[in-house]
């Protein structure tokens, strides 16, 4: 869930870039919808209020000390490696052109092989790609060239900061020439609308991350650069960039308008323009206006997945370094009570093995406390977690700015039930048992066909788990089964999961009897779902109900979904005898399925489950019987990590299916 990997690390890597959002539809809002009935529950198991915030430290204003870091580098060994290390490899870098005016960068993203759809690790010595005729060709030399800049403009700051650091002339030299280069050709690569404006890169994100990047670059050459250099950038570069960025205006808000809105009032603080400050920070597109629509009630990004909150986080951290590095530390202020919030909300919902779930677009594992990101805050708001992260790497921000010495950071509070409406999750606890609900999705942007899915954790164990996403966003894998119905537990229509994002009705909540109730009335366009689940110390239940809700209705097929880590083993005669068949017919990602199994049940029957951690755990499927049992072996993630599907659906216009989980003897 990185961006591909720079040869000479950033400080802080950031999350991917985001694909292309969907259009939403007119009546989409960001508002949370009003539950249908009213719920009764603890208000110490909603909102921020029952998250600690002991690990939060004052907000402060971040410096910039290039004096101490010059002493350090001289006095400590280690230091005086890292500095060499990166003499190193910017001098292979800049030892041949790298970015040219020919070059037209198109999505990261779309860096998989045109051949077998698959993601191509970058690397350095990576041979520039022909540009190929076919769409796929092209756009991997797009995405090549596109990350191929990516690097140039980091190893150019690089350049700059040795210069801060030693002094010496040839780093400045080879950083400003960047600058002139693209100052010089801005304007004249072609103009790429998909994702709002941008010419440099492919879409407004790519190009808002960078410039921030190369601000840091130009500040750090204050002292070098002349004042027509200056004035080139300006006029040449940054300008340009910020009238772009604040075309971005694409479908409902979501994590790009961050950093548009960061990277147009850092061009401004830069160039002492207010114009820009104001449209960056207080205008209607700017921060105080995302953060106000796009931070939920629960503390959450109201993209509705873990790794975005991050990325929203990192963001404002970056932009917090270049005000912080223009003497307007007072901004952090401004945002400080939200990044807070931030930083801390994802933990309520974590698994006792450490591990949050991962609703919505999540590209790897993502801790409830992520280091990289509160160690990215750690110049601003920082955290115990934060400044002891930052005080055990070496980055140019650790150079001039030490962490403060911190204790220990205090121990998390065991997970609980918790309820979060305004960003559609929940979380059920009993005894050893944990489930999280993604009950509804508050915006379409990184909203998958998830609603009313679950994750089941047992202890340590993990028996029901999301696989999250594929590393790149343009793989087939991706936008055909895990982004779909059939690659998440949810109920099917003919093989189909939800149609299209909603927020869901919650029909009852209760942390004590462990239980929850949700609707989803227009699940797809003619048929309604409403799930059920239930969790105590003996185990987990849930109840699907899926009716066709259309006047003149007629039978579907009608069924749930449920993936699974553990092996399935079915010996239960009621379940029937299995033979090799095809994958069920609706959804394309049937089709990433292998060894298709197919028998007819009974309405009700067992199967074991026996997980990797050695526990075993008895399945219960009931439903209207007989019906139909598909089991077969699906994707998982990372690639080519493979897991078990098990599908049941029946014919009808009404039907219900319990599937209850226990551990075995």
């Not at 994958?583 to 990433?592: I, T």
Request: net charge positive; aromatic share 10%; glycine share 8%.
């Amino acid at each position: 869930m990185t961006l591909p990997p720079l040869i000479l690390p950033a400080p802080i890597a950031a999350p991917a870039p985001v694909a292309a959002p969907v259009a939403a539809p007119a009546s989409s809002t960001l508002s949370a919808a009003k539950t249908a009935e009213p719920l009764a529950y603890p208000p110490s198991q909603t909102g921020f209020a029952s998250r600690s915030t002991s690990m939060m430290l004052p907000v402060r204003a971040a410096p910039e000390n290039w004096a101490a870091a010059k002493a350090l580098v001289k006095s400590d060994p280690n230091w005086a490696d890292w500095v060499n290390a990166k003499k190193a490899l910017s001098a292979k870098w800049f030892a041949k052109t790298r970015d040219r005016a020919d070059l037209i960068a198109g999505f990261p993203n779309d860096f998989v092989s045109p051949t077998t759809g698959a993601a191509v690790k970058w690397t350095m010595d990576l041979a520039e790609p022909p540009t190929g005729s076919t769409p796929a060709e092209i756009s991997y030399k797009n995405a090549w060239s596109a990350i191929n800049r990516q690097n140039n403009i980091s190893f150019a700051l690089d350049a700059a900061r040795l210069y801060q650091l030693t002094g010496e002339s040839k780093y400045a030299e080879l950083a400003a020439a960047q600058l002139d280069f693209y100052a010089s050709n801005y304007m004249k690569w072609p103009l790429a609308t998909r994702i709002g404006n941008a010419r440099m890169m492919g879409q407004s994100l790519d190009e808002a991350t960078t410039v921030l990047t190369l601000l840091q670059t130009s500040h750090a050459l204050q002292g070098y650069a002349s004042a027509a250099q200056k004035a080139k950038w300006r006029d040449g570069l940054f300008y340009p960039i910020a009238s772009n960025l604040q075309t971005y205006s694409y479908g409902p808000l979501n994590n790009i308008n961050l950093w548009c809105a960061a990277g147009t009032a850092a061009i401004g603080l830069g160039h002492n323009n207010q114009t820009w400050i104001d449209a960056g920070t207080t205008g209607p597109r700017g921060i105080s206006a995302v953060m106000k629509q796009g931070v939920t009630t629960d503390g959450i990004w109201a993209e509705g997945s873990f790794a975005y909150n991050n990325y929203v986080v990192l963001g404002l951290a970056w932009f917090f370094d270049a005000a912080a590095s223009l003497g307007r530390s007072d901004l952090v202020n401004l945002y400080s009570a939200d990044v807070q919030k931030m930083l801390m909300a994802p933990a309520v919902y974590r698994f006792d093995d450490g591990t949050l779930p991962s609703p919505s677009d999540t590209r790897g594992a993502v801790p409830p406390i992520d280091l990289p990101t509160h160690g990215a805050m750690y110049r601003h708001v920082p955290t115990t977690y934060g400044l002891q992260y930052a005080a055990g790497v070496r980055t140019w921000d650790t150079l001039m700015d030490p962490p403060a010495k911190t204790g220990v950071a205090p121990t998390l509070p065991a997970p609980q039930s918790n309820f979060s409406p305004d960003i559609r999750m929940a979380s059920l606890r009993g005894g050893d048992w944990q489930v999280f609900v993604h009950f509804g999705q508050k915006t379409i942007n990184h909203a998958q066909e998830e609603a009313l899915t679950y994750e089941l954790v047992h202890g340590k164990t993990s028996i029901s788990r999301d696989a999250g996403a594929d590393t790149s966003y343009s793989s087939a894998k991706q936008n055909e089964y895990f982004i779909k119905g059939v690659g998440n537990n949810v109920p099917l229509i003919d093989g189909l999961g939800q149609e299209q994002w909603a927020l869901g009705e919650v029909k009852g909540f209760n942390p004590v009897a462990g239980t929850l109730e949700v609707l989803h009335p227009s699940y797809r366009k003619d048929a309604s779902a409403r799930r059920s689940y239930k969790l105590d110390a003996n185990g987990f239940s849930e109840t699907s109900r899926i009716t066709v809700t259309a006047a003149n209705a007629t039978v579907r097929r009608l069924g749930v979904m449920f993936n699974t880590g553990c092996a399935v083993q079915v010996s239960d005669p009621r379940a029937g005898v299995a033979s090799a068949s095809a994958a069920p017919l609706g959804s394309p990602g049937f089709k990433h399925w292998t060894g298709v199994l197919k028998h007819q049940a009974q309405a009700t029957w067992t199967a074991k489950l026996a997980c990797a951690s050695g526990k075993n755990y008895e399945m219960t499927i009931a439903g209207p019987g007989p019906h139909t049992v598909y089991r077969a072996t699906a994707p998982n993630t990372p690639l080519p990590a493979t897991r078990t599907a098990l599908y049941v659906e029946t014919s009808g216009v009404d039907a219900s299916f319990t599937t209850s989980i226990k551990a075995m003897p």
